[in-house]
């Protein structure tokens, strides 16, 4: 008789709130972001909502994997780390203007003084050089510079000094500053300085530039009170603020209204 009434008792209950989650950025207000998106879901499946920031993308992919956040809005490094989860379904993703996907860029910069003017001649350079990338997961500030290191044999570990400078322009900053001889950060910044100030971007120079980057899509974490289907329809179905909010989270999102399907 207790079984059956503890069993009742967890039926009626209501679910726990849907966590909403991303990671912060100190350049965006990202609860605000993604609150629009946390509403109109909870509205559609009659449930409270809770919008959750991680520290950094990685700490958002921890999360998803261990099932616990419920939705969350992605960057590439963390959905690349979680993709291959049965239970991680990407349900949207945001219809980026063309413009802007051409824009997203990562690139590595070194001060001229350091005497390294090309990717080849890292390996033998790295172990005196003082290396800046943006936070650990990073797409264009950290993911696809290690990788184009790796390319050119060189590991993390081969500098004299690793930094996390937290943000895109912080790494940027650091190699004017002197702070650092080689750094990771977005095509974005470095863009901007090459226009503003020539002459203080005369005392760089870049050694390498990615392909444009696609954005990380909206993931759904499967479970018993978290339909991940309904959850995509929704947003796919999206007549509202929900998408034109959370594009302005993400400079490498700028000016999407709308989600589309993600490609499978």
Same mark, same amino acid.
């Given at each position: 008789?207790?079984? *059956?009434?503890?069993?009742?008792?967890?039926?009626?209950?209501?679910?726990?709130?849907?966590?909403? $989650?991303?990671?912060?950025?100190?350049?965006?207000?990202?609860?605000?972001?993604?609150?629009?998106?946390?509403?109109?879901?909870?509205?559609?499946?009659?449930? #409270?909502?809770?919008?959750?920031?991680?520290?950094?993308?990685?700490?958002?992919?921890?999360?998803?994997?261990?099932?616990?956040?419920?939705?969350?809005?992605?960057?590439?490094? $963390?959905?690349?780390?979680?993709?291959?989860?049965?239970?991680?379904?990407?349900?949207?993703?945001?219809?980026?203007?063309?413009?802007?996907? =051409?824009r997203y860029r990562g690139v590595l910069v070194a001060r001229?003084?350091?005497?390294?003017?090309?990717?080849?001649?890292?390996? #033998?350079?790295?172990?005196?050089?003082?290396?800046? #990338?943006?936070?650990?997961? @990073?797409?264009?500030?950290?993911?696809?510079?290690?990788?184009?290191?790796?390319?050119?044999?060189?590991?993390?570990?081969?500098?004299?000094?690793?930094?996390q400078a937290g943000t895109h322009e912080a790494a940027l900053?650091?190699?004017?500053? =002197?702070?650092?001889?080689?750094?990771?950060?977005?095509?974005?910044?470095?863009?901007?300085?090459?226009?503003?100030?020539?002459?203080?971007?005369?005392?760089?120079?870049?050694?390498?530039?990615?392909?444009?980057?696609?954005?990380?899509?909206?993931?759904?974490?499967?479970?018993?009170t978290t339909p991940c289907d309904k959850i995509g329809a929704?947003? *796919?179905?999206?007549?509202?603020?929900?998408?034109?909010?959370?594009?302005?989270?993400?400079?490498?999102?700028?000016?999407?209204?709308?989600? @589309? $399907?993600?490609?499978?």
């Open positions: 008789m207790i079984a *059956l009434l503890l069993a009742a008792q967890l039926a009626a209950a209501p679910p726990l709130p849907l966590k909403v $989650a991303t990671y912060a950025y100190p350049k965006y207000d990202r609860a605000a972001a993604l609150k629009p998106m946390a509403d109109q879901l909870g509205a559609a499946l009659g449930r #409270e909502t809770q919008v959750v920031l991680l520290e950094a993308p990685d700490a958002l992919a921890q999360a998803i994997a261990a099932g616990e956040v419920d939705v969350a809005m992605t960057n590439l490094a $963390a959905y690349l780390a979680v993709q291959a989860d049965p239970k991680v379904q990407a349900v949207a993703v945001l219809d980026v203007p063309p413009a802007t996907a =051409g001229r003084d350091a005497r390294v003017t090309a990717m080849a001649e890292l390996p #033998e350079k790295a172990a005196r050089l003082r290396y800046a #990338e943006v936070l650990p997961g @990073s797409t264009s500030g950290a993911l696809v510079q290690a990788a184009a290191l790796r390319q050119v044999g060189v590991a993390p570990g081969r500098f004299k000094e690793v930094r900053a650091a190699l004017q500053t =002197g702070d650092a001889d080689l750094a990771a950060f977005a095509e974005e910044p470095w863009r901007k300085l090459k226009a503003d100030n020539p002459q203080a971007a005369a005392g760089l120079v870049e050694l390498w530039r990615s392909d444009p980057l696609p954005a990380g899509p909206v993931v759904c974490v499967r479970a018993a929704v947003l *796919l179905g999206d007549a509202g603020p929900a998408a034109a909010e959370l594009a302005k989270g993400w400079s490498e999102t700028e000016g999407a209204v709308r989600f @589309s $399907a993600p490609i499978p």
